[in-house]
T-cell receptor, first 112, second 112 residues
């Protein structure tokens, strides 16, 4: 089945630790995205990548880092510099940067 | 940047009622999308609209691409409890050189 897989579904980390969220897609999409969603809030763009080995900051990139070494994979690292990392993180992909996006099932990160 | 105004912010309805929500912008969009997000999951694409005036149905859901290209509407007929969730509109601005823009969502609660 084609789709976007995020793992893990739930993640707990201690404050001050870096944590990496996985996102893999087998849709052969060029573009991939990371969004953050807080309770009762909309989607805020963290980073996006149009092609392999290239990525751009979104609206709230501070405290996050990404890599795009393979077309299928776009991992997100939440660093200790992110002041309020507890949130629901969504990965998405699209065939191109200016086409409809499809989402993974999300990762809920809780930092204690 | 581009903004989408989605309303209402939340709705509380009885099972069997029809639902209407809309999304407006001060700018012209080439594509309108409607997503549904169930609790704890990623958004799922429900309907995509590509042409002004287009009316598209997906089961009990019907969406329209406004004639002015600055708005879109989603209607749900004969609501059922599993319609519960957050409905997001999204659009691709005219010009083909800007990324997907999301509304803040409409939270739908259906009382049995």
């Amino acid at each position: 089945d084609g789709g976007i897989t995020q793992s893990p579904k739930y993640l707990f980390r201690k404050e001050g630790q870096n944590v990496t969220l996985s996102c893999e897609q087998n849709l052969n999409h060029d573009a991939m995205y990371w969004y953050r969603q807080d309770p009762g809030q909309g989607l805020r763009l963290i980073y996006y990548s149009q092609i392999v080995n290239d990525f751009q900051k979104g609206d709230i990139a501070e405290g996050y880092s990404v890599s795009r070494e393979k077309k299928e994979s776009f991992p997100l690292t939440v660093t200790s510099a992110q002041k309020n990392p507890t949130a629901f993180y969504l990965c998405a992909s699209s065939s191109g940067l200016y086409t409809e996006a499809f989402f993974g099932q999300g990762t809920r990160l809780t930092v204690v | 940047g581009q903004q989408l105004n989605q309303s209402p912010q939340s709705m509380f309805i009885q099972e069997g009622e029809d639902v209407s929500m809309n999304c407006t912008s001060s700018s012209i969009f080439n594509t309108w999308l409607w997503y549904k997000q169930e609790p704890g999951e990623g958004p799922v694409l429900l309907i995509a609209l590509y042409k002004a005036g287009e009316l598209t149905s997906n089961g009990r859901l019907t969406a329209q691409f406004g004639i002015t290209r600055k708005d879109s509407f989603l209607n749900i007929s004969a609501s059922i409890p599993s319609d519960v969730g957050i409905y997001f509109c999204a659009g691709l601005p005219r010009g083909g050189s800007e990324k997907l823009v999301f509304g803040k969502g409409t939270k739908l609660t259906v009382n049995p």
